[in-house]
């Protein structure tokens, strides 16, 4: 999926958006952000998000971290959010549980890295277990880290590449959640777990730091590709919000001072349109795995 053919798809959805806007317009706009990293340095890096927003919807920006995705789902469908960066995964059951309520909630715009709207989940193993390949974890009863139940790149995506390839929870391993990506990595690391998934970016990340030795953890497989992180905003805000919105995220371009600033906590070239059609892939991962 390409940024022309998202952008192309983004048109209809635009325009019916701009037509659904509801009464909803706050003084402070409450932007929540994944909480897949330790919550200081997320709200850290994301200072010149906050800036940008501040300055183009000419409003106060609040951020927020959430202590697990499930409490993000939750003030999601209870109104104390405006605008949410989830994951994938995430997105599609706080879209489910919207279901009956007050307002909805619909994607807007989804990272672009390296031009790609797709990302992969990343399977490592610790480099002293002896795992080299995921046909290694058959029969061992050896423990897995996962990030938190409901992230889509650190448990959805690289349970079904183990399931794919005829390794499954309960009978070949046991599964334990760390709750945050990075952690996931630290364990791994340190050999509390043998074997960990946590997005590809993340790790990629994670390693540029010094965060995790990458002489102690080896790679030993890949997820599918699968949709990037999709920011969702209420579909009860005002048209004209929910259209500056858009238009602050869309027309960030990198190699601008702005830009740069914003996209970098993110590892993003920019931000592509999306629409809720793009997701369907997850809700069959989910539907595959039994998993809500």
């Given amino acids: 999926m390409n940024r022309m053919i998202l952008a192309a798809a983004a048109l209809s959805f635009s325009a019916s958006a701009s037509l659904a806007g509801g009464t909803h317009d ?12 330790n919550a200081a340095t997320v709200i850290q890096d994301n200072q010149p998000l906050a800036a940008h927003l501040e300055n183009v919807l000419g409003r106060e920006i609040e951020l927020i971290v959430t202590t697990d995705y499930s409490s993000m789902i939750e003030a999601m469908r209870f109104g104390r959010v405006d605008v949410a960066y989830f994951g994938p995964a995430s997105y599609t059951i706080a879209k489910d549980r919207m279901d009956g309520g007050d307002f909805d909630i619909e994607p807007f715009a989804a990272r672009l890295r390296n031009g790609s709207s797709t990302y992969q989940s990343v399977l490592i193993a610790n480099a002293d277990a002896g ?6 974890i058959e029969g061992s009863g050896i423990d897995i880290a996962f990030g938190d139940q409901a992230s889509t790149s650190s448990h959805f995506a690289p349970k079904f590449t183990l399931l794919q390839a005829g390794v499954a929870v309960g009978e070949d391993y046991e599964e334990n959640f760390t709750g945050a990506h990075d952690a996931v990595a630290r364990n791994v690391e340190l050999g509390n777990a043998q ?5 590809l ?5 994670l390693l540029e730091r010094g965060t995790v030795d990458a002489d102690r953890v080896v790679v030993i497989g890949y997820s599918s590709d699968i949709p990037q992180y999709p920011w969702v905003m ?3 805000l005002t048209a004209e919000l929910q259209e500056n919105i858009r238009n602050a995220f869309l027309e960030l371009e990198p190699g601008t001072e702005v830009g740069d600033a914003v996209l970098g906590p993110f590892s993003a070239d920019g931000f592509a ?18 998993l809500d």
């Fill in 26 to 37: 706050p003084e402070t706009m409450r932007i929540a952000l994944l909480p897949d990293e």
């Fill in 131 to 136: 795992i080299t390949e995921i046909a290694d």
């Fill in 273 to 290: 349109p999306i629409t809720d059609a793009d997701y369907d892939i997850i809700r069959d991962i989910r539907s595959s795995l039994q």
């Fill in 234 to 236: 209420r579909t009860d």
């Fill in 195 to 199: 074997v960990g998934g946590l997005s």
């Fill in 201 to 205: 970016p993340i790790f990629e990340r």
